[in-house]
């Protein structure tokens, strides 16, 4: 059968009617020749444009001249080639009616891809840079556009491993990445975010000293504050993160739940607080996601505190909100606000025997200033994560002072993850409060779908013999 391919990418290969004719044809000018003309496979390329970019410091006649006899040698070298392209007195191009294969097209159309399958298939393609070894100008222009393609599938292919949780396959793409651009402090920074992830503190503190000794040795200059920021909060002592139970165990049919509450993080992170709730029957696994994305919140340094509700004590104001500031370290405040939080925490003046006792709350401007305390403390590593368990059973305090942390001027970077049962009808002062979040856009609504037979064998498989009593109510 008559047809071509074509190898551009890390190297050139020619192979028309299955035969290898790379080194049949002549001349580096002349197989880049048929490498130009298949890249735009489905367009005609006129003689005059084509003599430019191949001669472009010669006349507009010696270039015509050049062109003649090029096509003249590529005959002579190998009979067979008009039968792959049209050739005419104005243009040139690929046949139409014959069959071509381009690693670079099927590169482009794979990176342009939604799905993991073609984005790695993207990257599989991609063996090297266009044509290497030739430096003419349409070459350059053809091989940073594909180069910046590369690395827009890298940087997307990391998401999509982030997402799915698989770290290693993450720092694999990150290091490709990385490669492309060893000057790229961004890249630096997500390797080390994977590093923690992957529970690899030594990885991290080796990427960062590898971004300082090249840093230092090419531009002369130090790793930026954020980077520093970033180090610092990473390789913060085990000791200051609380353990997960759930750990070990693979997330299940929960990737589109799972990039959702990335999303929300991102946004949050950027200063959009919001409250991301995880609403469904019991046992449909809302805790596990809460928990499982605590957890990966924690091994990048991230401050988070988990609080649940109980029916029993419902009726006790501020519980879950005491059970935060007990998960968090004690910051540097003053004395006026360690008073402030001595309400909910009264061992605080028993450690400090001269903090002044609060006064009554009797106006609006006190408990603005005691939400202030509330939310100095819980907001001193930014940005935030809180998790709220069992909404549906929150007092209303506390629904006031989330709403107060989630107000539209405060500027913070906070995401509360709340999880709630939809069998338990919420009371008004829980609707009063969505209505609220709602309307302030500052509401994040998910609910997982139940497990398939398939995704509930998984987990079966997953977690058999090593679940905790008190672990099948979270799954």
């Known amino acids: 059968m008559v047809h071509g391919e074509f190898q551009m990418l890390g190297s050139l290969k020619i192979s028309l009617a299955g035969e290898d004719v790379t080194s049949t044809i002549r001349g580096g000018k002349a197989r880049l020749l048929l490498a130009y003309l298949v890249l735009p496979y489905d367009m005609p390329r006129s003689r005059k444009q084509l003599a430019f970019d191949f001669w472009p410091d010669s006349s507009e006649k010696q270039a015509l001249s050049n062109l003649r006899k090029l096509l003249h040698d590529i005959r002579e070298a190998f009979p067979p080639i008009d039968r792959y392209f049209s050739i005419t007195s104005a243009s040139i191009q690929w046949n139409p009616e014959v069959p071509v294969y381009s690693d670079v097209a099927e590169f482009e159309r794979m990176a342009q891809g939604q799905t993991l399958d073609e984005l790695r298939r993207a990257d599989q393609l991609y063996r090297g840079e266009l044509l290497p070894g030739f430096y003419e100008e349409w070459v350059g222009m053809k091989r940073e556009l594909l180069d910046q393609t590369m690395m827009n599938v890298l940087e997307r292919l990391i998401a999509r491993w982030e997402s799915?949780?698989?770290?290693?396959?993450?720092?694999?793409?990150?290091?490709?990445?990385?490669?492309?651009?060893?000057?790229?402090?961004?890249?630096?920074?997500?390797?080390?975010?994977?590093?923690?992830?992957?529970?690899?503190?030594?990885g991290v503190m080796q990427t960062y000293l590898q971004l300082r000794d090249v840093l230092d040795s090419e531009l002369g200059i130090a790793p930026s504050a954020e980077t520093e920021r970033l180090l610092e909060r990473l390789t913060?002592?085990?000791?200051?993160?609380?353990?997960?139970?759930?750990?070990?165990?693979?997330?299940?049919?929960?990737?589109?739940?799972?990039?959702?509450?990335?999303?929300?993080?991102?946004?949050?992170?950027?200063?959009?607080?919001?409250?991301?709730?995880?609403?469904?029957?019991?046992?449909?696994?809302?805790?596990?996601?809460?928990?499982?994305?605590?957890?990966?919140?924690?091994?990048?340094?991230?401050?988070?505190?988990?609080?649940?509700?109980?029916?029993?004590?419902?009726?006790?104001?501020?519980?879950?909100?005491?059970?935060?500031?007990?998960?968090?370290?004690?910051?540097?405040?003053?004395?006026?606000?360690?008073?402030?939080?001595?309400?909910?925490?009264?061992?605080?003046?028993?450690?400090?025997?001269?903090?002044?006792?609060?006064?009554?709350?009797?106006?609006?401007?006190?408990?603005?200033?005691?939400?202030?305390?509330?939310?100095?403390?819980?907001?001193?590593?930014?940005?935030?994560?809180?998790?709220?368990?069992?909404?549906?059973?929150?007092?209303?305090?506390?629904?006031?002072?989330?709403?107060?942390?989630?107000?539209?001027?405060?500027?913070?970077?906070?995401?509360?993850?709340?999880?709630?049962?939809?069998?338990?009808?919420?009371?008004?002062?829980?609707?009063?409060?969505?209505?609220?979040?709602?309307?302030?856009?500052?509401?994040?609504?998910?609910?997982?779908?139940?497990?398939?037979?398939?995704?509930?064998?998984?987990?079966?498989?997953?977690?058999?013999?090593?679940?905790?009593?008190?672990?099948?109510?979270?799954?």
């Open 164 to 202: 799915r949780r698989e770290y290693a396959s993450a720092l694999l793409a990150a290091n490709k990445l990385l490669i492309r651009n060893p000057l790229r402090e961004e890249t630096y920074r997500t390797i080390m975010r994977l590093h923690a992830l992957n529970r690899d503190r030594a």
């Open 236 to 475: 913060r002592s085990d000791d200051d993160l609380p353990a997960n139970p759930l750990d070990n165990t693979p997330l299940i049919g929960r990737l589109g739940e799972w990039g959702r509450m990335l999303e929300a993080w991102k946004q949050a992170s950027a200063g959009r607080s919001a409250l991301l709730l995880l609403k469904g029957e019991a046992g449909i696994g809302k805790t596990r996601l809460a928990l499982d994305f605590s957890e990966w919140a924690n091994r990048q340094g991230i401050q988070t505190a988990y609080a649940g509700c109980c029916a029993s004590v419902s009726s006790m104001s501020y519980t879950p909100v005491t059970t935060w500031l007990r998960s968090v370290p004690m910051p540097s405040l003053c004395m006026e606000a360690k008073s402030e939080l001595s309400r909910l925490l009264p061992e605080l003046m028993e450690r400090f025997p001269d903090l002044p006792k609060p006064s009554p709350l009797r106006e609006s401007w006190q408990v603005n200033r005691w939400y202030e305390a509330i939310e100095r403390m819980l907001s001193v590593r930014d940005p935030l994560l809180l998790v709220l368990d069992d909404i549906q059973w929150s007092d209303e305090g506390t629904l006031q002072l989330i709403s107060y942390l989630l107000r539209s001027d405060a500027g913070s970077r906070l995401l509360v993850i709340a999880t709630m049962r939809t069998e338990e009808y919420p009371n008004d002062a829980l609707r009063d409060f969505f209505h609220r979040l709602r309307t302030a856009r500052k509401l994040n609504e998910i609910e997982p779908a139940p497990f398939s037979e398939e995704e509930t064998k998984r987990l079966a498989a997953a977690t058999a013999g090593g679940i905790p009593a008190n672990r099948h109510a979270l799954l």
